[in-house]
C-alpha cells in the first residue's frame, strides 16, 4: 500500500524556517520524482518544487526560489523541504506527491500525502 506521510509544519513569525518532511513507503523511492504542493483559502493548487530521486533533478516556483531548499535522505525513503526566510504569503497546507515511473521528468503524480499545516505570522 501506496503511503506518502508529510509532516514538519508550524507556526512560525515572518523571516522564520521549517523543515517538511514527506516519508514515501510502497514505491521504489530511488526511481520516483516527489513534488511538494500547497494550497491557500481561496486559491488554486500551487507547485512549489520538485526533486527527482533517480537524477536529482529539480524545480522550484519562482515565489520560492533561494528561499527554499529541497532534498533526500534516500535511506529513510524521505524527502524535505528546507523553508528558510518564510513569509506570511507562504501560509498554506502544504502537500507532497510521487510518481512512481522511472526517470519521468516532468513528473505525473499518482499519489499525494496528506497535507501539513504552514503559518506564517507577521
Known amino acids: 500500500d501506496v503511503q506518502l506521510q508529510a509532516s514538519g509544519g508550524g507556526l512560525v513569525q515572518t523571516g522564520g524556517s521549517l523543515r517538511l518532511s514527506c516519508v514515501v513507503s510502497?514505491?521504489?523511492?530511488?526511481?520516483?520524482?516527489i513534488g511538494w504542493f500547497r494550497q491557500a483559502p481561496g486559491k488554486e493548487r500551487e507547485a512549489v518544487s520538485c526533486l527527482s530521486i533517480y537524477d536529482g533533478s529539480t524545480y522550484f516556483a519562482d515565489t520560492v526560489k533561494g528561499r527554499f531548499t529541497i532534498s533526500s535522505d534516500n535511506a529513510m525513503n524521505t524527502v524535505y523541504l528546507q523553508m528558510n526566510g518564510l513569509k506570511p504569503e507562504d501560509t498554506a497546507v502544504y502537500y507532497c506527491?510521487?510518481?512512481?515511473?522511472?526517470?519521468?521528468?516532468?513528473?505525473?503524480?499518482?499519489?499525494w500525502g496528506q497535507g501539513t499545516l504552514v503559518t506564517v505570522s507577521s
Open positions: 510502497g514505491l521504489a523511492f530511488d526511481a520516483i520524482a
Open positions: 506527491a510521487a510518481d512512481p515511473r522511472l526517470a519521468n521528468w516532468p513528473p505525473e503524480y499518482d499519489y
